[in-house]
């Protein structure tokens, strides 16, 4: 009997691997699977029968890509936010930048004329 089912093909593998000593901690995985990786490694460090610590978990997930950070469409956190709203951000950035330079010209008249008044009380008029 023919079958038309085409097979499926294989996925691109990734290989991590570690040596301990004499022992060699080997992790494959699909492309896009990183995680599973990381996953795989803590399982090893918190194994107490192998000699796997956090430095070497580590070392191992050093090469790994990181995760892709992504959101939804409606997300509300605050980097989500700041980037659909960013002119306006920097706007307020802007002015309020201004507003320090104005009070900070502020403190630094009113200090001056707080010693003028000084001096001429010590002074005697």
């Known amino acids: 009997m023919a079958t038309t089912r085409t097979p499926l093909q294989p996925a691109e593998q990734c290989e991590l691997f570690h040596t301990v000593g004499?022992?060699?901690?080997?992790?494959r995985y699909p492309a896009g699977q990183e995680d599973r990786?990381?996953?795989?490694?803590?399982?090893?460090?918190?194994?107490?029968?192998?000699?796997?610590g956090w430095p070497d978990a580590a070392t191992m997930c050093e090469t790994l890509p990181d995760p892709p950070l992504r959101c939804d469409d409606g997300c509300n956190c605050d980097a989500c936010v700041a980037?659909?709203?960013?002119?306006?951000?920097?706007?307020?950035r802007i002015d309020n930048a201004r507003l320090w330079f104005r009070i900070e010209g502020f403190k630094l008249m009113l200090g001056v004329s707080f010693a003028?008044?000084?001096?001429?009380?010590?002074?005697?008029?």
């Open 22 to 27: 004499c022992h060699v901690y080997l992790v």
């Open 116 to 125: 003028v008044i000084a001096l001429l009380i010590w002074r005697g008029w």
């Open 37 to 52: 990786a990381r996953e795989c490694t803590y399982r090893w460090v918190r194994n107490p029968e192998l000699a796997f």
């Open 83 to 92: 980037e659909r709203h960013f002119d306006e951000m920097w706007d307020l």
